[in-house]
């Protein structure tokens, strides 16, 4: 379990990575499909995929959820209620996740909504995220690039060459995984480096807050 009065520090990956496996940290990159971004609404889909020292192949985890609550298909992802029936609840799998997550720099695109969402759940599950978990965002990144294009990750992949054809958008082991392959190149690329090349700090991974998202039922949420 997470202690809530830890700290974190930024954390530069060194500048040979992705391919000096032996000395990067642990990343575990992260998406999240919810009901809605109301504050009564769940997480209803996961995934998890950690990269580590001397593992060049992640460790991946992914389930759907059931959020406990009725909700529409959601137009983005595609997700229904058919999909997380009998699917564990964010509690079943919320050590797991915790595990996964803890002592790891945090990756993905619009990152703090997904630590966001997770930070919720697992304390509804009685288990606390350490306060400022280090993270790497996509989106930030890439803004600060100045990529062309668009905002959201396929357009950002598109961006970087990254082939996306295949993939589930708005499913989160894909967008995961994306997000990883996107930073990867993105740290590697001209737009990473100033006039004078040296290396912007596209590297670093930096100590977010989120604000505490209650996950109480709206008066509407139908417990299912």
């Known amino acids: ?13 060194g500048g040979n990575f ?5 000395s990067m940290p642990r ?3 992260v998406d999240t499909e919810t009901t809605g971004v109301k504050p009564w609404d769940r997480i209803n889909e996961i995934a998890v995929s950690v990269w580590g020292p001397f593992n060049p192949e992640p460790t991946r985890f992914a389930t759907f959820v059931d959020p406990t609550i009725h909700f529409p298909t959601n137009p983005i992802s595609g997700i229904s209620m058919d999909d997380v029936r009998g699917a564990p ?24 909504f997904d630590v966001r969402f997770i930070r919720a759940e697992l304390g509804k599950a009685g288990i606390t995220l350490v306060e400022r978990p280090l993270t790497i965002c996509t989106l930030v990144w890439s803004q600060h690039l100045g990529c062309r294009g668009g905002n959201k990750l396929g357009e950002v992949a598109s961006h ?20 990883f392959e996107v930073w990867r190149r993105m740290i590697r690329s001209p737009e990473a480096r100033n006039d004078d090349g040296s290396k912007k700090p596209v590297g670093t991974a930096t100590p977010i807050e989120t604000p505490t998202l209650d996950l109480g039922l709206s008066p509407a949420a139908a417990t299912v």
């Open 1 to 13: 379990m997470g202690n809530g009065a830890m700290k974190s520090n930024p954390v530069t990956i």
């Open 27 to 29: 990343i575990a990159a």
């Open 160 to 179: 970087y060459g990254v082939d996306t054809s295949g993939l589930n958008a708005h499913r989160a082991q894909d967008d995961a995984d994306l997000a």
């Open 18 to 22: 992705p391919l000096d496996w032996k």
């Open 89 to 112: 609840t964010f509690a079943d799998i919320a050590g797991q996740v915790h595990d996964l997550l803890d002592g790891a720099i945090i990756l993905g695109h619009n990152i703090p």
